[in-house]
């Protein structure tokens, strides 16, 4: 990047995976000395650049963060503050917020790029991905007026699975089918409750076991209903052409006991959880009498416009039954590779892996806009 060319970067999100990324961007800014952070922003309070260049120091933001008295920024605020700014501005979103998502149109049609992990933005109505899609930068586009979004992290955390679904889909493939273990969580789980060698442990312990390891979320039934892996096969969907609706659009399989639905707290679920574990150990018996483990998967088949997210049974010699720990496992089945998918494989959950995503989409932007 030539002198002078300076990019700035806003960050909402200073927490688990914003702090990686804070820490990650230090390091990139010794290969890339035109950066200039310039706002770091949460939701109890911000911490803005008086002079955006040099911008915030990255060796004390946390300090500089915690002393602050500057109060949150609004969306429309952060969009105002962007703006005055002269240069290249890239919003960093660590969030999973909602409102932040419905702004990317505005933030992309001010010349503003974003960077995020945030599913809700490309997974929720099909309205908003039409929109961002149409707000941001296109080679039909004037050149400058539109700012690029990359979103590498909202499915598999650092795994290149959008990537490789772009270069696919962008090299004249055509993609018939993808199918995976898209959470960190539900692999953890399964490879612990249904593993190839022993029996596993009760289905409740395990769910303890994860969430005390913090691979659930404070509130497992956030993981246990299906929607997270639901709205990731959206994404992959909508990328692949197919017009999916959101996440009421196909079958989701939620293994929530119909009876702990409406149980009012996530340690009331934890307390009453033991009390379904028969129904766990029966699917997973059943499997085992056919030599089987079972899993819980995703799967789009392109072909039929098809999605589905559930529990299936597998060889134990297949890929998917042969996962560890919490990893993900996505195959792409095309034209160009037959009946021999690329497969990603890998970490699919965790702060560290996740940012380094959203620093690996930062770069390109950098790239792109230089």
């Known amino acids: 990047m030539s002198e002078g060319n300076q990019v700035y970067i806003a960050v909402i999100g200073a927490g688990g995976v914003g702090r990686h ?21 949460r939701t109890s309070k911000s911490l803005r650049a008086t002079d955006p260049s040099p911008g915030l120091s990255l060796s004390t933001w946390e300090a500089d963060l915690a002393a602050s008295k500057q109060s949150p920024l609004t969306i429309s605020q952060t969009i105002h503050f962007l703006t005055e700014t002269h240069g290249h501005c ?17 933030i992309l049609r001010r010349g503003i790029s974003v960077v995020t992990p945030n599913k809700k933005a490309f997974s929720s109505d099909l309205a908003l991905w039409k929109a961002i899609q149409e707000s941001s930068y296109r080679p039909t586009t004037p050149y400058n007026t539109r700012g690029l979004v990359y979103h590498e992290s909202s499915v598999g955390a650092g795994l290149p699975i959008i990537s490789t679904l772009k270069d696919l889909i962008d090299t004249g493939d055509k993609v018939k089918k993808i199918e995976g273990v898209f959470s960190g969580t539900m692999s953890f789980l399964f ?6 060698e022993g029996k596993g442990g ?3 312990a395990e769910v303890t076991k994860a969430k005390e390891a913090g691979y659930t979320e404070p509130d497992p039934r956030d993981d246990l209903n299906g929607v997270d892996v639901a709205r990731k096969l959206v994404i992959l969907a909508r990328i692949c052409g197919l017009e999916v609706e959101n ?20 340690e009331e679920f934890m307390e009453k959880l033991p009390g379904y574990d028969r129904s766990m150990e029966e699917v997973k018996n059943e499997a085992e009498k056919k ?10 088949d392109v072909e039929r416009k098809a999605l589905k997210v559930g529990l299936e049974e597998f060889d134990k010699g297949h890929p998917i039954a042969g996962l560890k720990g919490s990893d993900n496992i996505i195959s792409f089945y095309t034209e160009r590779y037959g009946s021999n998918p690329l497969i990603v494989q890998g970490a699919g959950a965790g702060g560290a892996v996740t940012a380094m995503g959203v620093t690996a989409d930062l770069i390109k932007v950098i790239q792109r806009l230089s």
């Open 247 to 266: 996440t009421d659009a196909f079958p989701v399989q939620s293994l929530i006991p119909k009876e702990l639905e409406g149980v009012g707290s996530g």
């Open 90 to 106: 890239i919003l960093v979103d660590n969030t999973s917020s909602p409102e932040v998502a419905n702004a990317y149109p505005e």
């Open 21 to 41: 990324f804070l820490h990650q961007l230090t390091h990139l800014t010794h290969t890339h000395p035109n950066l200039s952070l310039i706002l770091i922003s």
């Open 291 to 300: 030599g089987k483990v079972v899993r819980f998967v995703g799967s789009i």
């Open 191 to 196: 490879n612990n409750f249904a593993p190839l």
């Open 202 to 204: 009760k289905w409740s």
